[in-house]
Structures are given as C-alpha cells and as structure tokens.
C-alpha cells in the first residue's frame, strides 16, 4: 500500500556546521612557518585559532560552513530552503544568523549559552587559489537531539548533511533521528563526504549508512571517494559505490564531474574559468547547483551544468558564496 505524503513546502532543508569563515591571502612561507599542509583542512582548539588569527593577514569574515554555503547557493538560484546549526549567544553567533538569514534562508535553532563560542574557519588562500583550512568548531558541531526540528525536515523534499558533523556521538545520534524523520515523511537524504580528513575519521560509519540505505544521494570529489575505499584507481571507486546509492554525484576539478544513478554515467566537463582565485566553497556550490537544477525537475545532465557554473563563480572571487546572480549565469545553458 503506497502512503501518501503531503508536498513539500521547502527544496531542502540541510544541517551542518554553523560557521563564521574568515578568508586571508597567505603565501607559501607563511604555511611553512605554522607548519601548515597547504590544501588541507585541520581541526584546532580555541587557543591555537587565536594565535593563528593574529598572524593572518587582513581578511574577510562571512558566514559559512559547507551545508550553509550551499544552501546560500541554492538561496541565489530562487530555491527555497532551511538550516539547522548550532552557534552561540555570542557576536559571531549574530554574524551567522543575520547572513544566512538574509540570503533568504530559514533558521531559527536557538543559540546555546555556557560559554563555548561560536566555531570559526581560518582559511590561508595561497597565490594559486588553494585554501588551507584551520577549523575551531567551537559549539557548531554540538548539535543535538532538541535542535532537531522535525517539522522543517518534514517540510522539505530534500535533507542534505555534511560529513564534517560526525565527530561527537550525541552529535550523530541526531543526525540518525533527522534521516529516520526524513524517510518517513517521503523525502531524499543528501550527504556529502566533506572532505577524505573526515572520510578518513569516519570511514565505517559512511559505508555503514551507503549499507542501511540511509542515503539517497552522495556527493563527493575524487580524492574523497578514493579515501572512502582506500583506492587509488578512480573508476574503481565509482564501480565501488555507485551500486549502493541511488545516486552517486562527483567532482574531479579541471576533470568536471559525473553522476551515476540507474548505472548510467553521465558527464559534464568544467566550466572555463580565467583564473582561480580561491577554491573555497567550490564544492558546496556545485551541490547547490545540481539540487536546484534537480528541484526544477531538470535532467541529471543539466543538473551537472548548473553545478559546473555555480562552482566556476564561487572560486572566481574570495569567499564561498556566490558574489553573482547565478540564474543569469545559468539563463539559456540547461
């Protein structure tokens, strides 16, 4: 007997890191002297950010955060979404909700009190683009079962989680009991690896979930689908986990990105870009653009070239959101 759900009022609704980033021009000695791997992501304490925020050089502070980034993706290309982050009674707790807000987005997670701050993304963005990420999540990643609003996941078609949420146990019993209230209502559940430093972490829990059929559509990069099954041989990995999802989405940079859903492959190349600046958030909208074009009922192959311009905007400029009007961008391509 087939059960009928009522339509969703929201494209997606994505839980994920709430984050204040702050972008800074750095150059290889610099990365030398902190002893920084450049192009990596890192998670530091309260006390190395502060030393490392004083070195920076002068830089941007936007809200941000992976889930968040592409729900702002998704704000500019007329979506209509909701997020749940956790931040603090504090100023960068304000920063963030006044950003995504104003984007367009729905939040509305009460801010914590007690004293752990706001998390922050120290990011060095080196001459040829490449970001190097010093992460102090703060309270961000102490999201629990009361913040989860089972109305608004209910409300959506969509719930998209970021892989960066899994270091604490209550953290991961909450996101369980948001993809439990997803599937009941009818809806699809998105997950993004984040990056292979969490895949690396985390490595049994995601296969764990791709085995329950927990997730309905993966997106990852290359290298981390070659982390998530410790493999160098990149149409391995594909043949690998293509099979146990619905949907498989992947990035491969200058390479531009495939998805196999049905085991049909389908490809699109990268946008041209003139320069890359800074490949900050470049993955975050690629998935904004591919859920939009998914959200209007596209084809996975436009769906794709959505995500290739969104993604060639982004790391056009500092920062992880876009500066432009990506429907313009997009007008007359899918």
Not at 45 to 72: C, K, Q, V
Not at 98 to 103: F, G, L, M, S, T
Not at 218 to 224: A, Q, S
Request: hydrophobic share 50%.
């Amino acid at each position: 007997m087939t059960v009928a759900h009522a339509p969703a009022v929201l494209d997606v609704v994505a839980i994920g890191n709430a984050l204040v980033d702050v972008i800074a021009q750095a150059d290889e000695a610099f990365l030398a002297a902190e002893q920084l791997d450049k192009g990596s992501m890192r998670l530091v304490d309260a006390r190395r950010a502060e030393e490392l925020y004083s070195r920076m050089a002068p830089g941007l502070e936007a809200s941000g955060g992976s889930a968040a980034n592409t729900l702002a993706g998704m704000a500019n290309l007329g979506r209509k979404c909701g997020f749940i982050g956790q931040v603090a009674d504090d100023q960068l707790g304000e920063v963030f909700a006044h950003d995504i807000r104003a984007v367009g987005v729905n939040f509305s997670t009460p801010a914590m009190t007690g004293g752990v701050p706001t998390g922050r993304c120290l990011i060095l963005v080196t001459p040829d683009g490449q970001r190097t990420m010093n992460t102090s999540l703060g309270v961000a990643n102490s999201l629990y079962a009361s913040a989860i609003d089972q109305a608004l996941i209910e409300s959506a078609a969509v719930l998209y989680l970021e892989g960066y949420l899994w270091d604490l146990p209550e953290t991961r019993a909450a996101l369980a009991t948001a993809i439990k209230i997803a599937h009941t209502a009818g809806r699809k559940v998105a997950f993004t690896l984040s990056d292979a430093f969490c895949v690396g972490r985390y490595r049994d829990d995601f296969k764990a979930m791709l085995a329950a059929g927990d997730i309905d559509i993966l997106f990852c990069n290359e290298g981390e689908i070659l982390a998530l099954i410790e493999h160098d041989d990149f149409d391995a990995a594909v043949a690998q986990v293509a099979p146990q999802v619905p949907m498989l989405v992947c990035t491969r940079g200058e390479h531009g990105a495939i998805a196999v859903t049905g085991g049909v492959i389908t490809h699109v190349p990268a946008e041209p870009i003139a320069k890359v600046v800074d490949t900050t958030g470049a993955g975050d909208l690629f998935a904004a653009g591919f859920l939009a074009g998914q959200a209007d009922g596209l084809s996975v192959h436009a769906s794709l070239t959505m995500g290739a311009i969104a993604a060639a905007e982004v790391i056009s400029h500092y920062g992880p959101r876009p500066e432009t009007d990506l429907t313009a961008l997009i007008a007359g391509r899918v």
